[in-house]
């Protein structure tokens, strides 16, 4: 059961949600997003998160993105990771 949920967001097979201490739960399909495992770590102070149809871009307290899923919706930002600086909600 989930609890202190701030915000959730949801692809077509997976959600991903805030908890009040800025930590992200995420679970569904792995193919839409639902397995943020490989970014865990990254994934704190989460402000808000925003979904594609197969991934999710979370941005953080310090205006940084961090993103996962589907490489074809936008789960792999490292090309532009560089300029993903000061991002506003």
């Not at 074809?72 to 300029?83: L, N, Y």
Request: glycine fraction near 12%; hydrophobic fraction near 40%; aromatic fraction near 6%.
């Amino acid at each position: 059961q989930l609890r202190n949920v701030q915000q959730i967001q949801a692809s077509p097979g997976a959600f991903a949600a805030i908890l009040d201490n800025g930590s992200v739960v995420t679970w569904g399909s792995q193919d839409f997003g639902g397995d943020s495992s490989a970014v865990q770590e990254q994934l704190r102070n989460v402000q808000q998160i925003q979904a594609s149809p197969g991934a999710f871009a979370a941005i953080l307290d310090n205006g940084s993105v961090v993103t996962w899923g589907s490489q074809d919706f936008g789960g792999d930002s490292s090309a532009v990771q560089e300029q993903l600086r000061n991002v506003q909600q």
